[in-house]
């Protein structure tokens, strides 16, 4: 349960603090948020970035999210999300973007579903590549490094971070054949993507777009993807990536939940 009257990043953590956890994929849908505050996917803001954020907004009245998901880590040794969402604004507007968590407060009651891992832990630190603070994952055995990404495998799940310019399907499945899985559920992820370009032919000509999942997995070694993805004005898109054409901009946060030899 998402407590009101207190920040979204106090909401969404403290209960997976409670549960001992080290990090987590959350999502959750119809939370009343008032104050809100976010930011949009936005053009380079010097040449230090190839992508960045507009001004933060901040909607009067209480805005109504349509789908969240977040990425729970840990942010200067401070429990911390990475939260992307759809939402319904007072005006009646359906926008979507990066929600600021720690300005932002829950309005009403409301409840949220989290899968997460007390042996995996993901933490800030600066990005080289991308001149970006990001969370970056590490277990508290030694971690791997993919050709698409690092993550670290419990056995039981499996998180991820991919790296720019990947193809966010191509590398899911490398990931996965690399530790030995066959058959997984994508669980709450979310990130950035340059545009976006779907099954049915509809693309976002954006230098960068901020993404969630509504729907992952792989079957057989085989990803495929139905993402919410926000546009550089704010706009929300949804519908399956079409394998190969789907480069991560700046980073995804990729949660997975092994299902073996499940038949889905």
Partial sequence: MLQPGVTLNEAVTAPLL?????????????????????????????????????????????????????????????PFIHCHAAWFEPDGGRRGGHILPLETIVAAPGEATAWGFRDVRIATSLDPETNFTLFQPSGFQPWGFQPSGAGQSTGEGLVARIKPNEDIITSMETIARDYGICNAIVRGSLGSLIGACFKDGKRVADLATEVLVREGYIRDGRACLDLLVVDMRGQVHAGWLQRGENAVCITFDLIMEDQGSTTF
């Fill in 18 to 78: 409670a549960a001992g956890w080290q990090c987590g994929a959350v999502t959750f849908k119809g939370t009343d948020l008032n104050p809100f505050r976010y930011v949009m996917p936005g053009p380079a803001d010097d040449a230090n970035h190839v992508a960045y954020f507009t001004e933060p907004r901040a909607p009067g009245g209480t805005t109504r999210i349509e789908q969240a998901n977040a990425t729970f880590g840990w942010a200067d040794g401070k």
